[in-house]
């Protein structure tokens, strides 16, 4: 029988066949040995052990599209990744980390800043700008005054979408909002260290109407950049892209050479500086990562 995995917890994989239902399975041990570990979203093959209990096995994970590290999930078609636009403040650094990782696994990101209602328009129109040339679409949510939900809805159609973002940005509020039945736990913010307890442990796809889903995940408080050489990190900052080649060196990493294009381009506006500023700190840790 062949279904998807919807929940994976503590070994054990929940599996949703079309016209069959849920089955509770655990995994082959051949998986371990080949080193290979299913994840949610995971097209599989299960047989089935007790159809009374509705329990089974996975015995083969079919070819996935794509496989996301962080958040662990497989086969998605977009990212909706979630950061609050004040309380906690947002952390552009990891933001940008978490972009990076996404451009390079050429897997498409749309930005939401949920907690709209707490700024005022000069700095949601400060975010769009930051933005701009990064390739993402940015929206604005409250899922306290239920605001931009039909936006997100519309962003979502047709689509497997996976939300990411840090814990007490408003993740499960908003999913609560997309699928009520999903009852998703919330989490209040801890006041005295200003950042969300992880309130959502496991990943779990939620089915938003025909053909659309939304994969609810853990939330991430750090990101590394190690998997690449500096000299790819320029390629995963799309608001590079029209300046390349415009530099006076052919190989130009942006951050030190004279006649730089896309330091031109930053001295003019056209690229936001906090996005630069990012590079340059992710490409010196990419830099350091050879002396170890």
């Given at each position: 029988?062949?279904?998807?995995?919807?929940?994976?917890?503590?070994?054990?994989y929940y599996v949703?066949?079309?016209?069959?239902?849920?089955?509770?399975?655990?995994?082959?041990?051949?998986?371990?040995?080949?080193?290979?570990?299913?994840?949610?979203?995971?097209?599989?093959?299960?047989?089935?052990?007790?159809?009374?209990?509705?329990?089974?096995?996975?015995?083969?994970?079919?070819?996935?599209?794509?496989?996301?590290?962080?958040?662990?999930?497989?086969?998605?078609?977009?990212?909706?990744?979630?950061?609050?636009?004040?309380?906690?403040?947002?952390?552009?650094?990891?933001?940008?980390?978490?972009?990076?990782?996404?451009?390079?696994?050429?897997?498409?990101?749309?930005?939401?800043?949920?907690?709209?209602?707490?700024?005022?328009?000069?700095?949601?129109?400060?975010?769009?700008?930051?933005?701009?040339?990064?390739?993402?679409?940015?929206?604005?949510?409250?899922?306290k005054e239920k605001?931009?939900?039909?936006?997100?809805?519309?962003?979502?159609?047709?689509?497997?979408?996976?939300?990411?973002?840090p814990s007490g940005?408003?993740?499960?509020?908003?999913?609560?909002?997309?699928?009520?039945?999903?009852?998703?736990?919330?989490?209040?913010?801890?006041?005295?260290?200003?950042?969300?307890?992880?309130?959502?442990?496991?990943?779990?796809?939620?089915?938003?109407?025909?053909?659309?889903?939304?994969?609810?995940?853990?939330?991430?408080?750090?990101?590394?950049?190690?998997?690449?050489?500096?000299?790819?990190?320029?390629?995963?900052?799309?608001?590079?892209?029209?300046?390349?080649?415009?530099?006076?060196?052919?190989?130009?990493?942006?951050?030190?050479?004279?006649?730089?294009?896309?330091?031109?381009?930053?001295?003019?506006?056209?690229?936001?500086?906090?996005?630069?500023?990012?590079?340059?700190?992710?490409?010196?840790?990419?830099?350091?990562?050879?002396?170890?």
């Amino acid at each position: 029988m062949e279904g998807r995995i919807v929940k994976g917890i503590a070994g054990f994989y929940y599996v949703y066949s079309e016209g069959a239902g849920l089955y509770e399975c655990k995994a082959k041990g051949i998986f371990r040995k080949e080193g290979q570990k299913p994840l949610v979203g995971d097209w599989v093959k299960i047989d089935v052990i007790d159809e009374a209990k509705r329990e089974g096995s996975v015995v083969r994970i079919l070819p996935r599209k794509n496989e996301l590290i962080r958040p662990a999930v497989a086969n998605v078609d977009q990212v909706l990744v979630i950061f609050a636009i004040a309380k906690p403040k947002p952390n552009l650094n990891l933001l940008d980390r978490f972009l990076v990782a996404m451009q390079r696994q050429q897997v498409p990101c749309v930005i939401c800043f949920n907690k709209a209602d707490l700024v005022d328009e000069t700095e949601r129109q400060r975010m769009q700008e930051i933005y701009r040339g990064s390739g993402c679409r940015v929206l604005f949510s409250s899922a306290k005054e239920k605001n931009g939900i039909e936006q997100i809805r519309e962003v979502l159609r047709g689509k497997t979408t996976t939300v990411a973002g840090p814990s007490g940005v408003g993740k499960s509020s908003l999913v609560n909002l997309l699928v009520p039945d999903a009852e998703m736990e919330t989490g209040e913010i801890s006041q005295k260290i200003d950042r969300g307890r992880h309130t959502t442990r496991h990943s779990e796809v939620l089915r938003i109407e025909d053909n659309t889903y939304i994969f609810d995940t853990p939330g991430f408080s750090s990101l590394m950049v190690w998997e690449m050489e500096k000299e790819e990190l320029k390629d995963c900052f799309p608001e590079f892209f029209p300046y390349e080649g415009n530099c006076r060196f052919q190989i130009c990493t942006h951050t030190h050479e004279p006649d730089c294009a896309v330091k031109l381009a930053l001295a003019d506006g056209e690229i936001g500086k906090e996005r630069y500023q990012n590079y340059l700190e992710m490409y010196e840790e990419l830099k350091k990562k050879r002396r170890y």
